[in-house]
């Protein structure tokens, strides 16, 4: 269900912050490898001329790593800017006309979500919506009604196939590779499953605060921010069922299917932790109960999973940013090398590195040297950044992707409304969340959520040093 490659890329919000942190690198990136080289017409509210863009995009380029000035100079020669307001129709009307030689139109919205509709009914309005796709950003709606009125107002404008909803997480290559990992391999296939899994563990956890971003932060909080969409979304490739082809469609359908399978999250399963501190960041209203920390435990009603807990916990100011999988199989049914008083060894891990480091560790049981039969617990890793080489950035497939027309890593309108299903409950809590201080790892209550009543250490691959949780 790929779509047409789009021959231009207009992208509203070009004088913003997400375009100068995350799209304009990425644009360049994908010049210097000479992936895309479409014409690029920004537009924006702004008083800007070229060379104060073009200053901009240098800038933007520049806060990522070194400039080949000939790869920028070809990126500048061909984008321009159209000035105006979102709400006024001559704005779309001096886009049409400066886009008129397209044949199809990549629509890529960097701005407020509050703009998404305006903006498409403005692109309706002046006929650019007929040979165009629309790719907007996170957060796509704030609970499942708003997701849905939002649904309802872009179909008025574009048909599902053209809309593509971003999800950085998606253009993650260590988020792709889970995929990858569990059908490109007949090793996990057998053993993914309740008879062998006692626990999934999903972590993301960050070291930085909210910043300057309060007031955004504030009327959204851990669960929205970040559990709703990127974490739903791993959580999808790491459960679903093979899909039935390679085309984008059997991808989505499965992972739909699952989601659909997700029990709506119970207030039971929800410990939230706020960090001290901030109360005090500029935007954040006072007394807020917005968290900033979040462990929620999830079951998936279907056959593959019935029972198996899928903890998922999320925060910021937390010791060290990362996110892993943890895969917790079942003990083994006797303990036939050691004593029967012996404790019982513990169960193998499967370790599923995303980030900092994309990598895979098995932790296996072997027999500790000596006359003794003792087991001992042994990590056997991989780092895949060393063994393959580096992997580009998540925007620069969003990117790509949305001009080629590949639907694949977007997220699709039922995906997400299920996921604002499952986290429905759990949403705008007014109880005070459970404090704790910045550089620890949150609040002691999340222990409860974690099968064993401790969260596993998350660690980095290859051979690096665990970083040990209580
Ligand atoms: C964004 C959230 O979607 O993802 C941020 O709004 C979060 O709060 C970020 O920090 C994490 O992305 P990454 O790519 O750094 O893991």
């Not at 779309?92 to 009914?121: K, R």
């Not at 002046?126 to 957060?139: C, D, F, I, Q, Y």
């Not at 999973?305 to 925060?315: E, L, S």
């Not at 891990?349 to 500790?368: E, S």
Request: hydrophobic fraction near 45%; include cysteine.
């Amino acid at each position: 269900m790929s779509g047409p490659r789009a021959d231009t890329l207009v992208l509203f919000g070009i004088t913003g912050d997400l375009a100068r942190k995350l799209v304009l690198p990425a644009l360049y990136q994908l010049a210097a490898r000479g992936e895309v080289t479409v014409p690029i017409v920004g537009v924006a509210l702004s008083t800007w001329n070229d060379d104060e863009l073009h200053q901009h995009i240098r800038d933007a380029v520049a806060a990522v790593g070194p400039i080949d000035e000939a790869v920028l100079a070809k990126l500048l020669a061909r984008t321009s800017l159209v000035r105006g307001d979102y709400a006024d129709a001559a704005t779309f009307a001096e886009l049409a006309q400066h886009v008129s030689g397209a044949s199809f139109l990549a629509h890529y919205l960097a701005v407020p979500p509050s703009l998404f509709a305006i903006i498409a009914e403005g692109l309706t309005a002046a006929g650019l919506a007929g040979h165009a796709r629309l790719v907007v950003e996170k957060p796509f709606g704030h609970d499942l009604a708003s997701a849905r009125d939002l649904n309802v107002r872009l179909h008025r404008c574009f048909p599902e196939e053209r809309i593509f909803r971003v999800d950085h997480y998606l253009g993650k290559e260590p988020v792709q590779d889970l995929l990858v990992l569990r059908f490109a391999n007949l090793l996990f296939e057998p053993i993914w499953n309740r008879y062998h899994v006692n626990s999934v563990q999903i972590t993301m956890v960050e070291t930085y605060d909210v910043a300057d971003r309060g007031s955004f932060y504030d009327t959204v909080g851990t669960i929205r921010d970040v559990i709703q969409n990127h974490l739903l979304q791993v959580m999808a490739y790491l459960a679903m069922e093979p899909p039935s082809s390679a085309l984008a469609q059997a991808e989505r359908d499965e992972k739909v299917k699952l989601l659909s399978a997700v029990r709506t999250a119970d207030l039971a399963d929800l410990v939230r932790g706020q960090y001290t501190g901030y109360l005090d960041t500029p935007g954040v209203r006072p007394g807020s109960t917005t968290e900033t920390f979040a462990a929620l435990r999830l079951f998936v009603d279907n056959w593959r999973w019935a029972d198996v807990p899928f903890v998922i916990r999320a925060g910021k100011c937390l010791p060290v940013k990362a996110l892993e999988v943890l895969v917790e199989l079942r003990r083994p049914p006797a303990m036939l090398f050691a004593a029967a008083d012996a404790d019982r060894p513990p169960p193998n891990l499967i370790r599923l590195g995303i980030q900092p480091h994309a990598g895979l560790t098995l932790h296996l049981l072997a027999k500790q040297p000596g006359a003794a039969e003792v087991t001992r617990e042994i990590p056997v890793s991989v780092d895949f950044s060393q063994a393959l080489g580096s992997m580009q950035e998540a925007y620069e497939h969003v990117l790509a992707s949305a001009i080629e027309g590949d639907p694949r890593h977007f997220a699709s309108e039922d995906t997400l409304e299920q996921a604002w299903r499952i986290v429905g409950p759990v949403l705008d809590r007014s109880d005070t969340p459970v404090p704790y201080q910045p550089g620890s790892w949150g609040p002691e209550q999340a222990n409860r959520l974690a099968p064993s009543g401790c969260w596993y250490p998350v660690g980095v691959t290859a051979g690096g040093p665990v970083l040990t949780t209580r």
